[in-house]
């Protein structure tokens, strides 16, 4: 609950237009939104995951949103290896399009899916989970080139976009604060950038 808050309030700072149905059809099939307005799109993790999605909803779902929030993503296991696999061709698709993605989790993204079929590919979908907080992520325009004031907005909308600062809880995958009772203090972003320096530093000693 204090996680939908959250997504509802920064729903409501980006959001470019007024709300509008939330049935929208996809690849010939209605999916049920929480919430959507202009360029921004709001999903229950359920609702693009657990079901008969293919690559092509999420195609079709990157090239007409700009930002998407998802609520309620879970932790993966073995028994919910399909939702995985779904949740990471959505990631993908998400990110090769540019498309700001607004999500709330029970977990740190690190512990989505750690036991399963393709568990051991899923580091990269980590990756780029924390890249899609980063500030150089964020500057990128949509894929589509398309709602360049929700993009915008994002930048002062949602916590994750800036600095977080001492004693602010951090987010658990983008912008929302940890549920009650998780661990706080983790600072993947951070420890993603000092890599990226010190592989950038490495590469100038050569």
Known sequence: PDADVELGRIFGAMADGPDEDRRLTVEGRTI???????????????????????????????????????????????????????????????????????????????????????????????????????????????ASGVAARAVAAAATACPSFRDVQPGEPRADIQGVPHLRGERQGHEPVRRHEARRARSGQRRRAH
């Open 32 to 142: 049920v939104a929480r919430r959507r307005a202009g360029s921004a799109v709001w999903f229950d993790f359920a609702a693009v995951c657990d079901g008969p999605r293919s690559q092509r909803d999420y195609l079709e779902i990157a090239r007409r949103y700009a930002v998407v929030f998802l609520s309620g993503v879970p932790a993966l296991t073995s028994a919910t290896a399909d939702l995985a696999r779904r949740f990471t061709w959505l990631v993908d698709i998400l990110y090769d399009h540019r498309v700001k993605l607004v999500a709330s989790s029970a977990v740190e993204a690190e512990a989505i899916y750690r036991e399963g079929p393709s568990a051991h590919e899923f580091p990269r979908t980590v990756s780029r989970l924390i890249e899609m907080r980063t500030h150089e992520y964020m500057a990128q325009p949509h």
